[in-house]
């Protein structure tokens, strides 16, 4: 596609239950991070990809929040057990990697709320 | 790591000039000052970036320092759609994230 897509665009959820966030980066791009942003909040950075190097996991707040890029494309965001503290946007860009100073390209984000 | 202080909030009339000003005290040589914005309810948008001369683009033009120590995102014509919040950041040195303060809140009014 032309932009970077996240799916689902919101997402109820109950505390306790596990939920998958996805990302499907702008085609050809090597890095992708994950930030979330509570409300009223700045970005929180949560985790990096690039290319086949081990991701840069400095961010995950928990052991709750794991996530994986397949085969260099599509990346998933897993978040076990929600809490209430985890409802806010979660937000996917990708870059096209290679040169440090590239853009980010930003999806619209995914509004999880924890009930 | 290098942080940046912006103020909290701005207004601009429409049609004037948005001046956003930065402070980075602690850049270290390498590294770039980038300006996002990011409107309501959608994900950030990159504006522009800069080492150290200054940068103009179609959306806007950046004026660095001459020490670094500070920058300033000039909108040249703000219009109501321009009205979002903007990052001043500083990217982190031998890391490949860019980390975001709180940013400041611009408002243009008619």
């Known amino acids: 596609g032309a932009g970077v897509s996240q799916s689902p665009s919101n997402k109820v959820t109950e505390k306790g239950k596990d939920v998958e966030l996805r990302c499907d980066p702008i085609?050809?791009?090597?890095?992708l991070y994950w930030y979330r942003q509570s409300l009223g909040q700045g970005l929180e950075f949560l985790i990096y990809?690039?290319?086949?190097?081990?991701?840069?996991k400095s961010g995950l707040p928990s052991d709750r929040f794991s996530a994986e890029r397949t085969g260099g494309s599509v990346s998933t965001l897993t978040i076990q057990r929600t809490q209430q503290e985890d409802s806010a946007v979660y937000l996917c860009?990708?870059?096209?990697?290679?040169?440090?100073?590239?853009?980010?390209?930003f999806g619209s984000g995914t509004q999880l709320s924890v009930l | 790591d290098a942080k940046t202080t912006q103020p909290t909030s701005m207004d601009c009339a429409e049609g004037r000039a948005a001046n956003l000003p930065c402070n980075h005290s602690?850049?270290?040589?390498?590294?770039?000052v980038y300006w996002y914005r990011q409107i309501h309810s959608q994900g950030p948008q990159y504006i522009i970036h800069?080492?150290?001369n200054n940068e103009t683009n179609e959306m806007a033009s950046l004026i660095i320092t001459e020490d670094r120590k500070s920058s300033t995102l000039i909108l040249p014509h703000a219009t109501l759609r321009d009205t979002a919040v903007y990052y001043c950041?500083?990217?982190?040195?031998?890391?490949?994230?860019?980390?975001f303060g709180t940013g400041t809140r611009l408002l243009v009014s008619p």
């Open positions: 860009a990708s870059r096209r990697g290679g040169v440090l100073n590239e853009k980010l390209f």
């Open positions: 085609s050809g791009h090597t890095a």
């Open positions: 990809f690039q290319g086949n190097s081990a991701p840069d």
């Open positions: 602690t850049i270290s040589g390498n590294e770039y």
């Open positions: 800069g080492l150290k």
């Open positions: 950041i500083v990217r982190v040195t031998g890391f490949q994230k860019l980390v």
